[in-house]
Nanobody
Framework: QVQLVESGGGLVQAGDSLRLSCAAS????????MGWFRQAPGKEREFVAAIGRTTGTTYYADSVKGRFTISRENAKNTVYLQMNSLQPEDTAVYSCAAGRWVSRSPSNYDDWGQGTQVTVSS
């Protein structure tokens, strides 16, 4: 089990950038696939991005490809989500998650952070 704490959310204008961070506890961070998900009011949680354990292989939702970048620093037990060219439709609570296999389904991730709010005004 790993504990996750997100930070970096906030209120920005369309076209701005934000960098989310997710700090993990424990010594086994590098053994986890890490993912970012988001949930807007009244909508289901949706996959945003995921990154492999050590090779850095990345996966993105089509809606964020080319605008968002996921990365990780295993030495710091931290995964990041750099979000550029933000749009109002990106408004949501963003959560990081740890899992054992790469998946776009939230059900395949075992541990979750509490989430951080990202609001993009037009």
């Amino acid at each position: 089990q790993v504990q996750l704490v997100e930070s970096g959310g906030g209120l920005v204008q369309a076209g701005d950038s934000l960098r989310l961070s997710c700090a993990a506890s424990g010594r086994t961070f590098s053994t986890y696939i890490m993912g970012w998900f988001r949930q807007a009011p009244g909508k289901e949680r949706e996959f945003v991005a995921a990154i492999g354990r050590t090779t850095g292989t990345t996966y993105y939702a089509d809606s964020v490809k080319g605008r968002f970048t996921i990365s990780r620093e295993n030495a710091k037990n931290t995964v990041y989500l750099q979000m550029n060219s933000l749009q109002p439709e990106d408004t949501a609570v963003y959560s990081c998650a740890a899992g054992r296999w790469v998946s776009r389904s939230p059900s395949n991730y075992d541990d979750w952070g509490q989430g951080t709010q990202v609001t993009v005004s037009s």
